[in-house]
């Protein structure tokens, strides 16, 4: 058997295995329910410039500490030294395990890593290849020095090439069109609200559905990790969040003979991490999620790497060293320790399922995918590659991204929850050797 058959077997053996944990739920003690974050934790105008001393203690008591969190223990690798961001966490994606954390539940400006949110709760409402033309009213209200895909008044788009811009260009824009969709801007984020809630992110207050910097707009390393973890269930997600290149429309003119004609223009994964710089290398096993950057919230960033069949999710957020791609370097060093720790280093706590999760049954096709549909149990399709040669409406990614086996399941029985809270992301696959 081959090493990717090996994987996708072991994997596999988590979806044959549901019937046996929801035996075993009935005498396995159930999870306690996630305790509810400090009063004191209410959304603030300006985050103190350290972190409070009752943060919420969601996901275990440890993680409501200020300060690093880890047990060391012989055979566990030492932490990097030079991590210098106000907040981090490293988790096993699956698990749920929090390997090491970093004041993971202080409460601050989120920049664009909020847009995972956004994604999370809009995604699955308007199919990709709906189309929308642009009125000026779409476009009010977007903050000074906004990030922008380039989308212009009176042409129009589909919603596939929207959420390439808001995944790719991290644009305002195309979030604030895509808001409009969704009947305004406060609809939208009543909504953010409100599934952030379901999540149980309960250090998160949405203002912005773009995540600009705004009065009491606040979210956590703990919540930002629970944002990706959820989106990533969704196959358009996962999609969008690696590609690192596509062709988006831009606007119609007439050329030198008077036709009109209507050419598009390259944008790029601005995620360093998956992408590459002049400084820094495309990390071995990346897979998104999103970056962002603001003045308040200085660099953000939540990513998602697999490595022999070990999935992490790493959140940083405002490192203090002010060098070119802080965020992403500081971000590689703890993939690195995680890939290195994991298996070997006991939790210091977890990440909580959704609300509903306990009450759900397997019904994974639920809201994996624009329109509706989702990641289908048993369905038997091959793994397609998701950011490779040429996607749909133009978009390319490269070999080093993901791909999808949509026989396994998303998401597993309720019973699941109960006995040790894993959650399966979709099989993610390295589809060409990487650098050691």
């Known amino acids: 058997m081959s090493a990717p058959q090996k994987k996708t077997a072991g994997r596999s053996l988590l979806v044959t295995s549901a019937a046996v944990l929801s035996s075993l739920a009935l005498t396995a003690p159930v999870a306690l329910a996630a305790p509810s974050p400090s009063p004191s934790a209410s959304p603030s105008a300006s985050p103190s410039p350290t972190p409070p001393a ?63 949110l956004f994604a999370d709760t809009v995604l699955p409402k308007f199919a990709k290849t709906e189309k929308h033309k642009v009125v000026p009213s779409d476009l009010a209200g977007m903050g000074a020095g906004s990030s922008l895909v380039g989308i212009k008044e009176g042409e129009t788009y589909t919603v596939h090439d929207l959420w390439l811009g808001v995944f790719l260009r991290s644009g305002n824009d195309a979030v604030h ?32 559905p773009d995540g600009y910097d705004a009065p009491g707009q606040v979210s956590s390393a703990y919540d930002l990790t629970l944002f990706a973890r959820s989106g990533l269930q969704k196959k358009d997600f996962r999609e969008y969040c690696s590609t690192v290149t596509a062709k988006f429309p831009g606007e119609t003119k007439k050329d030198k003979k008077g036709k009109t004609v209507r050419k598009t223009f390259e944008i790029q994964n601005t995620n360093r ?75 210091v706590g977890e990440l909580v399922p959704p609300k509903g999760a306990a009450q759900s049954s397997a019904q994974p096709g639920d809201s994996g995918e624009a329109g509706g549909s989702g990641d289908s149990a048993g369905s038997g399709a091959s793994a397609k590659p998701v950011a490779s040669g040429t996607a749909d409406g133009g978009s390319r990614g490269m070999e080093t991204a993901l791909a999808i086996t949509g026989g396994l399941l998303v998401l597993l029985a309720g019973a699941a929850f109960l006995v040790n809270r894993r959650w399966p992301l979709p099989d993610l696959v390295r589809r060409r050797s990487s650098r050691p």
């Open 54 to 116: 009752n943060m919420s203690t969601v996901g275990g008591s440890r993680l409501g500490q200020a300060g690093t969190q880890v047990n060391l223990a012989s055979g566990v690798p030492v932490l990097p030294k030079d991590i210098t961001a106000r907040s981090w966490i490293v988790t096993d994606a699956e698990s749920g395990d929090v390997l090491a954390a970093h004041n993971a539940h202080w409460r601050l400006p989120p920049a664009s890593t909020m847009k995972m």
């Open 177 to 208: 069109v895509l808001s409009a969709m969704n009947k305004g801007v406060a609809k939208t984020v009543t909504e953010m609200n409100e599934h952030a809630e379901e999540l149980q992110a309960l250090d998160t207050h949405v203002v912005s």
């Open 273 to 347: 991490l998956l992408s590459g710089d002049s400084d820094i290398s495309q990390y071995q096993g990346i897979a998104g999620v999103k970056n962002g950057n603001t003045t308040n919230a200085g660099a953000t960033f939540t990513g998602v790497a697999e490595r022999n069949g070990r999935v992490l999710l790493v959140t940083v957020m405002n490192p203090s060293k002010e060098g070119h791609n802080e965020v992403y370097k500081e971000t590689a060093k703890l993939f690195d320790w995680g890939f290195k720790a994991a298996g070997k280093v006991q939790p």
